[in-house]
């Protein structure tokens, strides 16, 4: 996958409290980087994460598939580039690539389902979300 | 403190992602056992938390406080002994030891509030709450 | 896939510490309990983590792909039934079905290679470790 | 306190990981920052703590007292006001007023002792990080 097709890119750097005694980022952290990705990205591009609850939606997470290609050590800066993709329905994908200085350390993808914040039922992405992301994946690449 | 003063013990193995770079457990990890123990000990004393919370009161944490004696490794199997004690109105406060094989690992407290689960506001420590918890504190020590 | 094709089980209670602002356990925590999963099976079979440490070697985790069938709660009691499988050269992986009172939660993978403690390089799992895992996973199924 | 008292303040943002089933930050997620904030400390006076490891040092955390005064909420922006104080030997200690919007949400201090990175044996603070730590305090409060 080209970088360049991703929409967005975040920045974190990786947390004393995020090693484990491999001296190495635990695998577990990714997963809460990923989320501070997608939270990030809503926030650019369609009014937030809060915004979506107050119209009474919950965004669950419903699988996760990452590949660790190499480790991520204390401190490093690690650029995470996120996209949107596949919306239908209820249903909606984010693909990432993981990079520091450019090199790929992971990659993978996350689903989610939009559910109605009261009954957790599924229900479909609303119209306006659709819009925000459709309009957001059809930008020139950054 | 002598350790049969303590009304209750919990134990808690050191899981590897609780681990940092410098090979021993890190010291947020503490937190969440203390948390894990006051469970148990509400569990075996008082119906246990989601009674609690049932019956529309929330427990706040208001204040830690945590000396570090000697570094806790993976897999070490910790015994956390607790007490509650100091209720008044709508506070009140648990004392830890955590010991591995009778060697103190760390001891403190943590300081709480009860809360209206609804408003969020200070409330009372219910009286069949304060009734168990005064049970399980007169028994003789375990 | 079923459930007696598992040679494994381990059980965890789920945090509050675990849980997060959708009222459920945060998908992230599930990784930790595969790998808590892991560690017991290790134990069990062969001669736990800490002996494959001090012969020199250390597991990194390089994929991880899991389905989140439901949600899981604070306090939840969950069953991770767990096979090691596809042991190859310096490779191997784990497969888990997470229940709840015989309700899948999530299932899923890990992927794993065997890497020299020292240099961090991939190396074979060695000999004993495919024997102790191969004698576990030929067992009649518990 | 007042803050003019604090050299340096560091900025970070309520993961949606951090928060649990109160629907507010976790309280052990206050260490993870002020961990962070130590770190940017570090970062910004000292040459970094990989340089302090680099210098055969590890710092432990042997203690650490918190008050929280209200909950954080997801997404909130939170100003971490940090000091260094009380360098003594091989111990030291640093001191916290977290705000959101000028309001304190906590405050309070940990202590640390420097070791020897390969011994762990406690070891005085070396000479050019004490000259580092004292120049970052005798500057005008920021």
């Known amino acids: 996958v080209e970088g360049s097709d991703f929409s967005f890119a975040h920045e ?6 995020e090693t484990d005694a491999q001296g190495i980022a635990h695998h577990a952290a990714f997963l809460v980087w990923l989320e501070e990705a997608r939270i990030a990205y809503l926030d650019r591009f369609t009014g937030g994460y809060e915004h979506i609850r107050e119209e009474g939606y ?12 190499c480790a991520a050590a204390f401190h490093d800066l690690l650029r995470i580039r996120t996209r949107c993709c596949g919306l239908r329905g209820a249903r909606f994908r984010y693909e990432y690539r ?41 930008r020139p690449a950054s």
Chains 1, 2, 3, 4 share one sequence.
């Open 98 to 138: 993981v990079e520091r200085d450019g090199e790929v350390v992971a990659d993978g993808y996350t689903t989610h389902a939009t559910v109605d914040r009261a009954t957790h039922r599924p229900t479909r992405v609303p119209a306006w979300l659709v819009d925000a992301i459709s309009a957001a994946e059809e």
């Open 12 to 17: 974190i750097r990786v947390r004393f409290a």
């Open 58 to 69: 919950e965004a669950l997470t419903t699988g996760v598939h990452l590949e660790y290609q």
